[in-house]
C-alpha cells in the first residue's frame, strides 16, 4: 500500500499542475525514447517540449473528468517530425451505471440523444449522450436539471402520471393514477458519419460541423444506432491508471528534452506548476479522482488477503 500511495500522490501532483477546463484524452503510446534527438536546434527541441506539454495537459483534463457523465476522452498522438501532438476523441463507451432513475438512458451503441439549443444562444440542436433527463415545470423532458436543454423529441410526461417506462426502442409509455397506460411518445438516436468532426462546447454537448457532416436519425434498436436501457447513465470513458502510466511518460521524455535544452528537471517541474495556474479550479475534480485510485488499490489489496487463506489450504 505504501508503494501505491508513493505512486500514486506525485503524478496526481504533476496532473493538478497541468490541469484546465478543456477536456482531452492521451490513450496510446507515448514516445519515450529521446535520447537520439533528430533536430539539433534548440528551437525544435523547445517546439518539442510545449507539444509535450499540450499532451500531460490533456491526459490532466481525462483524469479530472473521470466522474462526468458519458465523458468522452482526447487523445493526442505524436506523428514523427511532428512537434505538436493531434488530438482525437476516444468513442468508445463508457460503463452503464444504475441510478434506478426512470429518467436515465444509456445508450447500448454509437447514437447520441438530440436536444434543442435556446435562441439566446443561437438556436438549434445539439447532440449528447448522457441520458440524465428531468421534467420541467411544462412538463417537458430536459437535459441535466429543471433548466436543461429540451429533448428534442417533444415528449411531454402528464402531471398525473404515476410511473414511467421507456422501451429499449424508445418508447415512452406512462402509468396513470387509475392504472391505465398511455403511449406518450418515441426517442430517435442519431449517428454521425465522421463523429470526430463534431464541436464539442464547455458545456459537454456536441455540435454538428461541415466536418462532421448532417446527423443521421433512426430508431434505437436500428444497426449501429443502439437500444436504450432505463435507470442507467453511462459513465466516462478514462481508464485511470492508464492516464496515470501515460503522464509519468510524458513527464520523463519532458524532462529529458528539457536537459538537452540545458533545463533541470527541478527547474522543469516549477515551470510546469507555474504556467498552469489557471488549473487549480480543478483540484477537487483530481483529488477526489486520487481518492477513488486509492480506494480502489485498498480493496483490491483487501480482497487478495481474504482470499489468500482459502489459495492455502487448496495447495
Known amino acids: 500500500m505504501k508503494i501505491a500511495r508513493l505512486f500514486i500522490i506525485p503524478v496526481f501532483a504533476l496532473a493538478l499542475a497541468g490541469c484546465t477546463i478543456n477536456h482531452y484524452h492521451y490513450y496510446g503510446q507515448a514516445p519515450i525514447a529521446v535520447k537520439a534527438i533528430d533536430s539539433p536546434g534548440q528551437a525544435v527541441l523547445q517546439e518539442k517540449l510545449k507539444g509535450i506539454h499540450t499532451a500531460m495537459e490533456i491526459t490532466a483534463n481525462n ?121 406518450i411518445g418515441e426517442v430517435e438516436l442519431h449517428r454521425f458519419i465522421n463523429p470526430d468532426g463534431l464541436t464539442r462546447d464547455r458545456s459537454g454537448l456536441y455540435i454538428e460541423s461541415e466536418a462532421s457532416g448532417p446527423s443521421i436519425s433512426g430508431t434505437p434498436g436500428e444497426g449501429a444506432m443502439g437500444t436504450l436501457m432505463q435507470g442507467q447513465i453511462e459513465s466516462s470513458n ?21 536537459n538537452e535544452l540545458g533545463v533541470s528537471a527541478k527547474q522543469h517541474h516549477t515551470y510546469l506548476a507555474m504556467t ?38 487448496s495447495q
Open 63 to 183: 483524469i479530472a473528468n473521470i466522474n462526468t457523465n458519458a465523458y468522452k476522452a482526447l487523445r493526442p498522438t505524436f506523428i514523427e517530425n511532428q512537434a505538436s501532438p493531434t488530438v482525437s476523441t476516444d468513442w468508445t463507451s463508457g460503463n452503464p451505471i444504475i441510478t434506478n432513475s426512470s429518467l436515465d438512458l444509456f445508450i447500448n451503441g454509437e447514437g447520441f440523444f438530440r436536444v434543442g439549443i435556446d435562441s439566446d444562444k443561437g438556436g438549434g440542436f445539439a447532440y449528447t449522450r448522457v441520458g440524465s433527463f428531468f421534467v420541467n415545470r411544462d412538463g417537458e423532458l430536459v437535459l441535466g436539471n429543471a433548466q436543461g436543454s429540451r429533448l428534442a423529441d417533444g415528449i411531454t410526461i402528464p402531471d398525473d402520471a404515476v410511473d414511467i417506462f421507456v422501451s429499449s426502442n424508445g418508447e415512452f409509455t406512462v402509468i396513470m393514477p387509475d392504472n391505465t397506460t398511455s403511449a
Open 276 to 313: 498552469h495556474q489557471a488549473a487549480i479550479s480543478n483540484q477537487v475534480d483530481l483529488i477526489r479522482a486520487m481518492e477513488d485510485a486509492y480506494d480502489v488499490v485498498l480493496a483490491d489489496k483487501e480482497r487478495r488477503v481474504e482470499i489468500s487463506p482459502s489459495l492455502k489450504a
Open 238 to 258: 478514462v481508464h485511470l491508471f492508464s492516464e496515470i502510466v501515460e503522464m509519468e511518460k510524458l513527464r520523463r521524455w519532458g524532462d529529458a528534452i528539457a
